[in-house]
């Protein structure tokens, strides 16, 4: 079993899912060890990077063998939780709560969406993606009856924090928030904010941050 350490930098836990992705194509070609000089010729990261970031949870890899292709995907699908299942319900059912809903790939990775919640009259009622558009008035009782584990926050920036707050209330333990605001929850709800904007701004900057090249034949 993996040694969890709770000192863990957030940098370590970002790259998890990377290999684990890698891991997942290595199973599809039937490649059943990996050492960490190969895997990192195929993922970009240093060998010594790959191990020091396994060598937080327990390490996994054996001296000259290297590491169980399945063994690790398992190892860091349990580290990160994706040996569960997780229901979540989306608040917010416009242009970017419905992008989220038709996102299929989640369900396959064990994280159902139940249901959806908005206050636009003329959605509640309706079904996106055989999902149901409940009146957010009825996101509480909704939350704490079904037992849901995660909520998402696609609502503008002036409501998001109530949304949290309710959410929390009716017992959540994690927020995925797309609000264009930063929000406050109790230490117990794990919290992971998604600033779509704050990445195509950190994409202008590489991109004027690397020399130009042209494209020219002289």
Known sequence: MAKKNAKISNA????????RRYLIELRKKGIEKISSKEF???????????RQDLNNFGGFGQQGYGYSVDGL???ISAILGLDKEYKMVIVGAGNLGQAIAKYTK???????????????PDLVGKH???IQIY???ELVEYVEREEIDIGIICVNQ??????????C???????????????????????????????LHALAYHMNAVPKHSHLKK
């Open 12 to 19: 370590v836990i970002k790259r998890l899912p990377r290999y």
């Open 40 to 50: 990192s010729e195929l993922i970009g990261y240093t060998a010594s990077q790959i």
């Open 73 to 75: 995907y398992r190892e």
């Open 106 to 120: 989640f369900h396959k990775q064990g994280f159902k969406i139940c249901a959806a919640f908005d206050i636009n």
């Open 128 to 130: 996106l993606e055989g």
């Open 135 to 137: 009146d957010q008035e």
């Open 158 to 167: 002036e409501n998001a924090q109530e949304v949290a707050d309710k959410l």
């Open 169 to 199: 209330f009716a017992g959540v333990r994690g927020i995925w928030n797309f609000a264009i605001t930063d929000i406050e929850v109790p230490s117990h709800v794990a919290l992971e904010i998604v600033q779509l904007s704050d990445s």
